[in-house]
């Protein structure tokens, strides 16, 4: 079994950075190794459904994002450190979300992932003067 663990939220103003990071582990000996895995980052708004923002691809690392934070968030993965980050630049308010890191077998253009099998608890982005 996969496990994600997401950290790096918190609270920035309007313009301002952060950067989410999403710790892979496996809890059973077997299972596939994150490598295996394409990462991706989703947020959920309040009152409004979670979309796909980035993922990033298990091969090549390859990336796709969602129109909204093209330019502006970047993706990557260390495979030694079994860690994905998310580094978030010039920040709006309508980026305020819960941010969840989530695996699955592809990458799909627009940020999406390909049948998610496993989500983390996410984190809180808030941006906000």
């Known amino acids: 079994q996969l496990l994600l663990v997401e950290s790096g939220g918190g609270l920035v103003q309007p313009g301002g950075s952060l950067r989410l990071s999403c710790a892979a582990s496996v809890r059973t000996l077997h299972y596939y190794a994150p490598h295996y895995y394409a990462f991706g980052w989703y947020r959920q708004a309040p009152g409004k459904e979670r979309e796909g923002v980035s993922c990033?691809?298990?091969?090549?690392?390859?990336?796709n994002y969602a129109d909204s934070v093209k330019g502006r968030f970047t993706i990557s993965r260390d495979n030694a450190e079994n860690t994905v980050y998310l580094q978030m630049s010039s920040l709006k308010p309508e980026d305020t979300a819960i941010y969840y890191c989530a695996a699955a077998p592809s990458c799909w253009p627009g940020g999406r992932l390909s049948s998610v099998e496993v989500w983390g608890q996410g984190t809180q982005v808030t941006v906000s003067s």
């Open positions: 990033i691809s298990n091969s090549f690392d390859n990336t």
